[in-house]
């Protein structure tokens, strides 16, 4: 077990190296210095060597590079160009938006899903399984950001149950909680509909396996072996998309923040893109990185966790 | 079940028409603006209402669906066209440097989520459709590379390819003689599937501002528009989501109805 | 050691009054197929049952019916009475009650059986704690005790034990325990050593015979070996296309066979095939301390450890001969089988074809290639599903440095597929319209076409019937009289490398540890391991009719 952890998190170190490189160069052979756009068209070129030296921009790449990744690994994520403010500091204040959201999300897509795709699959074929089904097709259909609109449309505007938008902050934890209810349904409808089908369809292939047979031989219930024996086998694959479901949970979260005008990354972002603020940009993408990539690491740690042949055959 | 087929194959063919269509042919002009029509509600006249502008949204979501095709059929390509060989190849070399290079570059994109991607290429290049393909294409090539790969892998080990071995074919050409044919079937279904989850992805960019900008008109960017509306005219925002929904409804439908007539087994993956 | 030494004999007592199970006229149709005919027959306390017929017979439906595990769309008529009880019309919840404590059931596929993520121990607790036979702690106990029994002492395998660190015959064991755990009165074994190898298969049969002579149990055993029936059943039911054919005490039905089709049956088991006298002419092909490793998985701290699968393997097979080759799962017959064919690169050693290297510079040589060619086990999985046979067929032309074309190769592929007893309008049929047996033709016709000088028979007439087995071995026969062929045939199955080759060599742990004229060896075995493989197999009776099955059967 403690190797199958040590080789995972060398892959981890790895795949963060790589990521790190690949969005350093990328944003490198961006158009556009960011030294003369913060001075505007305007300023005088010994003004704009002068910001560039303040900046860093003028050392070579390599060791641009090494300061960037250096700073990070200590918290520091350099320096916002048009704000002037330490980027980890911007960041910080963000991701208590963003995160939570996508917690949130991933909480409420969990807790629809399993039972949704454990109820379908025991009833294979008849009417609550048809139900589930055409309701997940819808689910999987609908754009997460148009399905924000509507709940805006009947819960905030006719009902007045919520705000349309904005985020209070987290003095009172309910409220904050509150104001990120309709954007986590919004965000995690959609993604409870993919996972209720790889619930259902796991589960259904699992029921075919020989070992629930056994089972049964042995005196189970068709429903005693699918619980007792079905739903931990058909976990290894829902791990996976959950897994991959943070990620778009993640990323999902900067679109549905602009529906509800939340104070998150990815207002964060698209505010950074517009003014060519790349060091923010750069630092931002890096963090969304970590967290899959993370998260990614975790998932293979719970994969262990339930299969005991991941944890001796490696 | 046909019906899936019928009824998917149906919407697609809808949209699809509607979108050739509009190259010739739409209700109003998209580009004409009457103020003082702005914000009908749907009638005989406009039979989806006009937007904020009083554009016609019927021709809107027409010229729109045109973009959202484009977007989403050439990522598709991208993603196939790169992602298949790469898969096929890391099939072939099975354990070795080469397959291992390529899971790794897999698990890199994968690590970026597609609109990540996406931000990352529109902060160098720009918004525009084309980056919106980029973007997509680019995050459909591991997902092809990994499906392929675990479908040859299968067949890799089945006696028929050992028997095209021992006939002395080279792995290349029993990649393109046994295998490719093999999975052809769930690429299809996958491409289906990419297909759909393209036009939600051109969507989302467009409604961020990311994806096709103005004129051209885009269904994620009407919805865009729609957002402060939508208390004054819900009409505005219900229409072009309701075309999203519709297509990519479809499109879902179309690939589970593939897959039943083509080899129930299949197995897919949607993220 | 035999099986038939320890026989015990529980017929000599009589058959309690009432039967355990007592199937009455049982018929199912599934959809529009007709799965089972009036299918009647009994099992008492303490007796062994044996089902045997070719596969599709209807026997193992038999056996899920009695534990009332059939598919959804199965009607039946008729009656299954467990001890007076008439299981069909039983609610699912007193079957349930029914099945692991009065009925338990061990099925074919070991590796499969058992649920991945459990321990063994805890899916053996299951049974007595699914029918509240115990507390945990109790139920902990014994299930420890069942492994026990099944030869599965904590000191060995304790029951923490997962699945996957499990040999395939440990396992099959802990299926056993599970299915014994309560002690039921009726045991189904549903090909219970079919995955297994010989001598593991000799053990388990043991197994189950001990706990019918020990513990009275009845014993339902569905296989299609016929060996094992005739040493283990104390009554025979013979099956065909759903319908007992035959049925009675065994010493009976073997002497007299009334029915023609299990006569067939046991014709087709001990069928020799007819081969042309022996030659050994010049060496062709040479195998010279052939050692392939496979890399061992990486780990940290520590060397990773390789898996040898050949170990400095020697043979040389001269032009003309027919040269078996047995051992068991594992033992690397197969790796050796594709190191030959160029498929798998050898670590140490050389391959060579009348001189010529296999391998030359890392690659295989196409020059020798196109002199080898093969027939694998799976007649399914053999073909791309999405050619024509023709192209099938004439795959091998890739070989040749200038291939047949247009009606040269038609009549190729027409020549191959005469060869093998089909008609050469074949080649333009789709492989699934074929029978399994057919198929194995197809294979054939597909290695001759490039008129190969020695042909490697990898299992090829495992997955076979017995009676298709049969009809094939007797084409290789007549192949190897009209072509001259000089085959490598690769099998488990010693009774059919016995009459199929003039010299065999038994392989063990990727060594060959004996080695000489087929006969011989296994008349008088020299190496211990040989002689374990020849005792474990189970043999079938001699005929009563005086006929001599080795009549046919040339001496070297």
Redesign the interface.
């Known amino acids: 077990m403690l190797a199958y952890a040590l080789k995972r998190l060398v892959i981890l170190a790895l795949s963060l190296a790589l990521a790190s490189l690949v969005i350093f160069l990328v944003v490198e052979v961006a158009p556009g210095d960011p030294a003369s756009y913060m001075l505007g068209i305007n300023a005088r070129p010994d003004t704009v060597a002068a910001l560039r030296a303040e900046l860093g921009l003028d050392l070579p790449r390599a060791e641009r590079y090494l300061a960037w990744v250096g700073g990070m690994v200590q918290g520091d994520f350099g320096t916002s160009y048009t704000y002037r403010a330490p980027v980890s500091q911007m960041v910080a204040e963000r991701i208590r938006v963003s995160l939570p959201l996508a917690l949130y999300a991933l909480t409420l897509s969990v807790v629809i899903a399993f039972p949704a795709g454990i109820f379908a699959a025991a009833r294979r074929g008849r009417a609550g399984d048809a139900g589930v089904i055409a309701a997940t097709q819808l689910g999987i259909a609908i754009p997460n950001f148009w399905f924000a609109m509507l709940l805006v449309l009947l819960f905030a505007i006719k009902l007045r149950w919520f705000s349309a938008g904005g985020f209070p902050g987290w003095d009172d934890p309910l409220m904050g909680l509150k104001a990120l209810t309709l954007p986590a349904v919004a965000l995690a409808l959609p993604q409870a509909a993919i996972l209720t089908r790889v619930m259902r369809s796991s589960l259904l292939d699992i029921l075919h396996e020989d070992f629930i047979r056994t089972a049964r031989a042995k005196g189970l219930t068709r429903r005693q072996a699918l619980w007792r024996h079905g739903v931990r086998n058909a976990m290894i694959p829902v791990l996976t998309i959950i897994g991959l479901q943070f990620s778009f949970l993640l990323a999902g979260a900067i679109i549905i923040e602009q529906v509800f005008f939340l104070p998150g990354l990815g207002r964060l972002i698209f505010q950074a893109i517009t003014q060519r603020d790349l060091i923010v940009v750069e630092s931002v993408v890096m963090l969304l990185v970590f967290a899959v990539i993370s998260v990614n690491f975790l998932t293979d740690l719970a994969y262990a966790a339930v299969d005991p042949r991941l944890r001796t055959s490696r | 079940m046909t019906r899936n087929l019928v009824l998917g194959g149906a919407l697609t063919a809808l949209f699809l028409a509607a979108a050739l269509l509009s190259y010739v042919w739409t209700p109003y002009d998209t580009e004409a603006m009457q103020i003082a029509n702005r914000l009908q509600t749907p009638s005989a006249a406009h039979w989806f209402g006009t937007d904020h502008f009083g554009r016609d949204i019927l021709s809107m979501i027409m010229v729109g669906a045109r973009t959202s095709i484009a977007v989403a059929l050439v990522a598709v390509g991208i993603g196939m066209g790169a992602g298949v060989p790469l898969g096929l190849a890391a099939a072939a070399r099975h354990g070795g440097w080469l397959d291992e290079a390529i899971m790794r570059m897999n698990d890199l994109v994968f690590a970026f989520p597609s609109l990540v991607i996406a931000i990352l290429i529109t902060a160098i290049l720009g918004p525009g459709a084309t980056n919106a393909i980029i973007a997509i294409g680019i995050f459909n090539i591991p997902v092809f590379a990994r499906l392929s790969r675990g479908a040859a892998l299968s067949l890799w080990k089945r006696e028929f390819i050992l028997a095209a071995r021992v006939a002395g074919k080279t792995a290349p050409r029993i990649s393109a003689e046994h295998i490719l044919p093999n999975i052809a079937n769930l690429l299809i279904v996958q491409g289906t599937i990419q297909f759909s989850l393209g036009i939600l992805a051109e969507a989302g960019l467009s409604y961020v501002g990311l994806g096709a900008q103005p004129p051209i008109p885009s269904w994620g960017r009407m919805l865009a528009d729609a957002q402060t509306m939508v208390a004054l005219a819900p009409h505005v925002a219900i229409m072009p989501g309701l075309a999203i929904v519709l297509m990519v409804l479809g499109l879902n439908l179309l690939g589970d109805g593939l897959r039943d007539r083509l080899d129930p087994r299949l197995r897919v993956v949607r993220a | 050691m035999s099986l038939s030494s320890v026989r015990t004999s529980p017929r000599d007592t009589q058959p309690a009054t009432r039967p355990l199970l007592h199937v009455d006229g049982l018929s199912m149709r599934i959809h529009d197929r007709q799965i089972l005919r009036d299918v009647s027959l009994t099992i008492a306390p303490g007796e062994i049952v044996a089902l045997t017929g070719e596969s599709g017979s209807g026997k193992s439906m038999t056996a899920f019916a009695a534990?009332g595990?059939l598919p959804f769309a199965a009607e039946t008529t008729g009656a299954l009475r467990f001890d007076g009880t008439d299981l069909l019309s039983l609610s699912?919840?007193r079957l349930?009650?029914?099945?692991?404590?009065d009925i338990?059931?061990v099925?074919q596929?070991p590796m499969?059986?058992?649920?991945?993520?459990?321990r063994i121990g805890d899916q053996v607790a299951?049974?007595i704690l699914?029918?509240k036979a115990a507390p945990r702690a109790e139920a902990r106990r014994r299930a420890a005790e069942a492994l026990v029994r099944v030869g599965l002492p904590p000191d060995r395998v304790p029951p923490t034990r997962?699945p996957?660190?499990l040999s395939g015959g440990q396992r099959q064991r802990v299926?056993i325990a599970?299915?014994i755990a309560l002690r039921p009165r009726l045991l189904i074994a549903d090909e219970p050593t079919t995955a297994l190898d010989v001598t593991t298969q000799a053990q388990i049969l043991e197994l189950l015979r001990g706990f019918v002579r020990d513990e009275g149990m009845g014993l339902m055993m569905i296989t299609h070996d016929l060996a094992v029936v005739s040493e283990m059943a104390d009554r025979i039911a013979v099956m065909k296309d759903g319908e007992i054919v035959e049925q009675g005490e065994t010493a009976t039905l073997l002497r007299t066979m009334r029915h023609p089709y299990t006569r067939q049956l046991f014709e087709a088991s001990r069928h020799r095939a007819d081969l042309p006298p022996a030659r050994a002419e010049a060496p062709l092909l040479s195998v010279d301390g052939v050692t392939r490793r496979y890399p061992g998985?990486r780990?940290?701290f520590r060397p990773r450890e390789d898996h040898v699968a050949v170990n400095g393997v020697s043979l040389e097979i001269r032009r003309g001969e027919r040269v078996g080759l047995v051992g068991e799962s594992g033992c690397g017959k197969s790796t050796l089988s594709?190191a030959i064919?160029g498929?798998e690169p050898v670590q140490g050693g050389s391959i060579s074809l009348d001189g010529r290297a296999v391998f030359s510079h890392g690659r295989?040589d196409?020059e020798v290639?196109?002199r080898?060619?093969?027939v694998?086990?799976?007649p399914y999985?053999?073909?791309?599903?999405?050619h024509r046979v023709g192209r099938l067929v004439s795959?091998?032309?890739?070989?040749l440095p200038d291939p047949p074309k247009g009606a040269a190769r038609d009549a190729a592929i027409a020549e191959a597929l005469t060869a093998v007893g089909l008609r050469p309008e074949h080649a333009e049929s789709y492989i699934h319209a074929f029978s399994g047996g057919q198929r194995q033709r197809i294979?054939i016709a597909?290695a001759l076409i490039i008129r190969p000088e020695l042909v490697i028979f990898d299992e090829a007439v495992s997955a076979l019937d017995v009676r298709v087995r049969a009809q094939i071995l007797d084409l290789i026969a007549g192949l190897s009289r009209s072509h001259g062929l000089t085959y490598l045939f690769i099998s488990h199955d010693l009774s059919v490398v016995r009459g199929i080759t003039d010299r065999v060599l038994v392989m063990r742990a990727g060594e060959i540890v004996e080695q000489g004229l087929t006969d011989a060896v296994f008349d008088n075995p020299q190496h211990w391991y040989t002689k374990s493989l020849i005792a474990a197999a189970p043999s079938l009776p001699q005929p009563s009719g005086g006929g001599d099955t080795d009549a046919g059967h040339p001496v070297p």
């Open positions: 534990m595990l699912e919840e349930c009650a029914l099945r692991g404590r338990g059931m099925f596929e499969t059986a058992l649920n991945p993520v459990q299951e049974t699914i029918h997962y996957h660190e299926v599970m299915a998985p780990r940290l594709r064919l498929l295989p196409p290639r196109r080898v060619q093969v694998f086990q799976d999985g053999s073909f791309n599903p999405r795959e091998p032309f890739h070989l294979a597909r």
